[in-house]
C-alpha cells in the first residue's frame, strides 16, 4: 500500500515537472535574434556603440536645437510616436532610441543599471556628433535616466523635462520583487509575468484603445532573445535611490519641467512633492484625467508644454 502511494506521488511530481517545462517552451517568446539580418526590415538606423548596437530614429531640421527623448522600463521608442512629430514640427532636432535590452537595441549581458544607461545616452550623442548641449525628456524610469545623464555630463545637457519619473528605488511595482529570486524570477517572466502581466498595459491608460497598439509592440519585442534578461536585470540593479539623482539636478543650474498624469498610480503622483523638493527649480503641471502613458494618449496636452518649455 505504501510503495503504491510512493509511485502515485512520484508519478504526480514527474507530471508536474513536465507540465511546468511545457509551459515555458510553449510560452518563451524569444526565438530570433537581432543582428543585420532582422535588422534589415525594421526601420529606423542603427549604430555601434561600446557597449552594443543602438536603434534609434532622428527627425526635424538638421539646424534645429537638439532635443533626447529617453523611453522608460519595458517599452520603447514607440512610447514618442506622438510627441517626436510634433517637436520636430516645431523646430527641433529630434532623437529618440531603444535602451539597451529593449525595442530593436542590442541586450548586452549586464548588468541593467544606471551606469549602462547613462553610458549609452553619451556614446550615442557623440557617435551621432552632437557637440552641442541638448534638452533631454525622459519618461518614468527614463526620467530617472535623463536626471543621472544631466548629473554625470552635465557639459550636455541645456535643460531637462521629467514625465512621471520613477519616484522609488525599486521601480513602481512591488509585485514584480518575485524576480529577485535567481530561477524563480526567469521561469515566472516567462510563462506570466512578462507575456501577460507586463503585457497588459491597459491600466496605464485612461482608455482601452491605445492600450492594444501598445501591447502589440511589447510583445514584438519579447521575440528577440535577451529581452527577458535585460528585463529582469533591470528590476535586480538597477536599485539606486532615484532622488540622488533628482537631488544633483536640483543643484544644476538648468531649467526643469515636471509633468504627471493626475491618475497616475504606476510612479504615484502621489511623489510629485518629494521631486519637486529635490528639484526646487522644477515647475508642475498636472495633465487631467491622464495616467501613465499620457505622453502618447494625450499629445494635445502634453506636446504644447513641452514645446513651450523648450523654446522658453
Not at 10 to 30: F, P, S
Not at 49 to 56: D, F, R
Not at 242 to 267: F, I, K, M
Amino acid at each position: 500500500m505504501k510503495r503504491g502511494c510512493l509511485v502515485a506521488v512520484v508519478g504526480g511530481l514527474a507530471g508536474l515537472i513536465t507540465l511546468i517545462a511545457a509551459a515555458y517552451l510553449l510560452l518563451d517568446r524569444e526565438k530570433l535574434t537581432l543582428n543585420p539580418e532582422t535588422r534589415a526590415g525594421l526601420g529606423g538606423q542603427f549604430v555601434s556603440l561600446p557597449g552594443g548596437v543602438t536603434h534609434y530614429q532622428l527627425s526635424g531640421p538638421e539646424d534645429g536645437p537638439p532635443v533626447v527623448l529617453v523611453h522608460g522600463f519595458s517599452v520603447a521608442s514607440y512610447t514618442w510616436d506622438h510627441t517626436a512629430p510634433a517637436l520636430a514640427q516645431a523646430g527641433f532636432r529630434v532623437l529618440t532610441y531603444d535602451l539597451f535590452g529593449r525595442g530593436y537595441s542590442d541586450r548586452p549581458p549586464g548588468p541593467y543599471d544606471l551606469d549602462l544607461f547613462t553610458t549609452q545616452l553619451n556614446d550615442l550623442l557623440t557617435a551621432l556628433h552632437f557637440d552641442q548641449p541638448v534638452d533631454v525628456i525622459g519618461l518614468s524610469m527614463g526620467g530617472y535616466i535623463s536626471a543621472g545623464f544631466a548629473d554625470r555630463y552635465p557639459e550636455r545637457v541645456r535643460r531637462v523635462a521629467l514625465l512621471a519619473p520613477q519616484s522609488s528605488a525599486n521601480g513602481s511595482d512591488p509585485r514584480l520583487s518575485v524576480v529577485t529570486m535567481p530561477g524563480v524570477g526567469e521561469y515566472l517572466f516567462t510563462v506570466y509575468i512578462g507575456p501577460f502581466y507586463m503585457a497588459d498595459n491597459s491600466d496605464e491608460f485612461a482608455s482601452s484603445h491605445d492600450s492594444t497598439f501598445w501591447r502589440d509592440r511589447y510583445l514584438d519585442m519579447m521575440n528577440y532573445a535577451g529581452f527577458r534578461n535585460a528585463l529582469l536585470s533591470t528590476l535586480r540593479t538597477m536599485t539606486g535611490d532615484p532622488y540622488e539623482s533628482y537631488r544633483a539636478l536640483g543643484e544644476l543650474d538648468r531649467p526643469v519641467l515636471l509633468l504627471w498624469g493626475d491618475e497616475d498610480d504606476t510612479s504615484r503622483v502621489e511623489n510629485a512633492p518629494l521631486v519637486m523638493q529635490a528639484i526646487p527649480q522644477a515647475e508642475l503641471n498636472l495633465i487631467p484625467g491622464a495616467r501613465h502613458a499620457f505622453a502618447y494618449e494625450f499629445p494635445e496636452k502634453v506636446n504644447p508644454l513641452l514645446i513651450a518649455f523648450l523654446k522658453r
